[in-house]
């Protein structure tokens, strides 16, 4: 069946950098877009962009620039989300989700990731 | 700072029908199709509608998805216990070039 699979949780300091693995099967990897989700304790969902898993070519949504870093290794159908120079504020579960377009707009995602809880703390 | 707003909770109990809604503007629900995920209490969310209307394969017709300019709607009737749960609406943003998601609505059975 399709789905994905991301690696477990992850505790570091400020400052340190934090790589989060999405294992993708039952499908052709590079026919979907990879999508990061971030959602803080207690709060909503919130769009961190896409990884075209064809190109490599990745799309960062406002407030993921600079610090966050989308990556493939096709050969292992598996994207990564890097955060470096973590902080506090940073704690929150990661999802990747495959990303199905009809059209341009008509856009959702199916399925996602089971999450990744990465807390930042000294 | 979420474009799509919803109401933060809705109940019912068993067996009513509960209405609630996502309301956006033109660069997203008023141009573009909505979707709607369902999160239960720790778990990862899952697309329960997609393109404004329509239901992936599993997900039982008791849940139904509306669109009407700028706002939409998720309908769940015939509510059981396991319905219990966060509900997200989102849309494309032409303006912010972006994945919206809704303030989310928590759906509590009475």
């Known amino acids: 069946q399709v789905q994905l699979v991301q690696s477990g949780s992850e505790l570091k300091k400020p400052g340190a950098s934090v790589q989060v693995s999405c294992k993708a099967s039952?499908?052709?990897?590079?026919?979907?877009?990879i999508n990061w989700v971030r959602q803080a304790p207690g709060q909503g969902l919130e769009w961190m962009g896409w990884?075209?898993?064809?190109?490599?070519?990745?799309t960062y949504a406002q407030g993921f620039t600079g610090r966050f870093v989308f990556s493939l290794d096709t050969s292992v159908s598996t994207a990564y989300l890097q955060i470096s120079s973590l902080k506090a504020e940073d704690t929150a579960v990661y999802y990747c989700?495959?990303?199905?377009?009809?059209?341009?707009?008509?856009?959702?995602?199916?399925?996602w990731g089971q999450g990744t809880l990465v807390t930042v703390s000294s | 700072q979420s474009v799509l707003t919803q109401p933060p909770s809705a109940s019912g109990t068993p067996g009513q029908r509960v209405t609630f809604s996502c309301s956006g503007s033109?660069?997203?629900?008023?141009?573009?199709?909505v979707n709607w995920y369902q999160q239960l209490p720790g778990t990862a969310p899952k697309l329960l509608i997609y393109?404004?209307?329509q239901r992936p394969s599993g997900v039982p017709d008791r849940f139904s998805g509306s669109k009407s300019g700028t706002s939409a709607s998720l309908a769940i009737s015939g509510l059981q216990s396991e319905d219990e749960a966060d509900y997200y609406c989102?849309?494309?943003?032409?303006?912010?070039?972006?994945?919206?998601f809704g303030t989310g609505t928590k759906v509590t059975v009475l």
């Open positions: 033109s660069s997203n629900i008023g141009s573009k199709t």
């Open positions: 039952g499908y052709t990897f590079s026919n979907y877009a």
């Open positions: 989102a849309a494309w943003d032409d303006r912010l070039k972006g994945y919206v």
């Open positions: 393109s404004n209307n």
């Open positions: 989700a495959r990303g199905q377009e009809r059209v341009y707009g008509d856009l959702w995602f199916d399925p």
């Open positions: 990884i075209n898993t064809n190109t490599g070519n990745p």
